[in-house]
């Protein structure tokens, strides 16, 4: 009964290849997003959706492409993977009418690319 | 959004009473402070969060200065599983383009 569950955990990759990451929640939350961390340990956001819509979009490379197919998910499609898009993915989700900022995160999904 | 300082370390015996400090001195009105925690290898994890009074749930306690300039998050009874890294966030509730930015936080170890 996993609250937000990405995958796949781990990922191995060549440069220059396309991969996705999934990530779905049951919480019935209807705010979606991606945080990365990187090996400094910085975790920055990336993206969010609200209800399929796309409501945050940071300084992030046109290689990245989120979609939203309903508001349980969000995925995280990368086209011509690089060596610095090697890091930890962390999905999380929020209920927006709370207006708390309390997020639920994933527990994450390791990208190493080659 | 408020910026927050925080030591980058700190460590406490197992048992005894995690004390983490915050300072939010630029802090407004409408700011909360969010407390977040990360263990290693795992997503961050809500702890809790407060506007001026002192709050406590299952967790961990926080209290808010009187002039909301800083804050303490309490654990009350560290164990080892609590060693990680704990965020402190300053943040004015929003709709759905509010999101929360991660500084470096402060890593606690509990040493047996």
């Known amino acids: 009964d996993t609250a937000v569950s990405q995958t796949p955990k781990y990922l191995v990759t060549q440069m220059g290849n396309d991969k996705s990451i999934k990530c779905e929640q049951n919480l019935g939350h209807d705010t979606m997003y991606w945080y990365k961390q990187d090996s400094k340990k910085f975790l920055k956001i990336m993206f969010s959706y609200n209800n399929k819509e796309l409501i945050i979009n940071e300084t992030v490379p046109n290689r990245f492409s989120p979609k939203s197919p309903d508001k349980a998910h969000l995925n995280l499609h990368i086209n011509s993977l690089e060596l610095g898009d090697s890091a930890v993915y962390f999905c999380?989700?929020?209920?927006?009418?709370?207006?708390?900022?309390?997020?639920?995160f994933g527990a994450g999904s390791r990208l190493t690319v080659l | 959004d408020a910026k927050t300082t925080q030591p980058p370390s700190m460590d406490c015996a197992e048992g005894r009473a995690a004390n983490l400090p915050c300072n939010h001195s630029t802090i407004s009105g409408n700011e909360y402070v969010y407390w977040y925690r990360q263990i290693h290898s795992q997503g961050p994890q809500y702890i809790i969060h407060?506007?001026?009074n002192n709050e406590t749930n299952e967790m961990a306690s926080l209290i808010i200065t009187e002039d909301r300039k800083s804050s303490t998050l309490i654990l009350p009874h560290a164990t080892l599983r609590d060693t990680a890294v704990y965020y402190c966030?300053?943040?004015?509730?929003?709709?759905?383009?509010?999101?929360?930015?991660f500084g470096k936080g402060i890593t606690l170890s509990v040493r047996p």
């Open positions: 407060g506007l001026k």
């Open positions: 999380a989700s929020r209920l927006t009418e709370s207006g708390a900022n309390v997020l639920t």
């Open positions: 966030i300053v943040r004015a509730i929003f709709g759905a383009n509010s999101k929360l930015t």
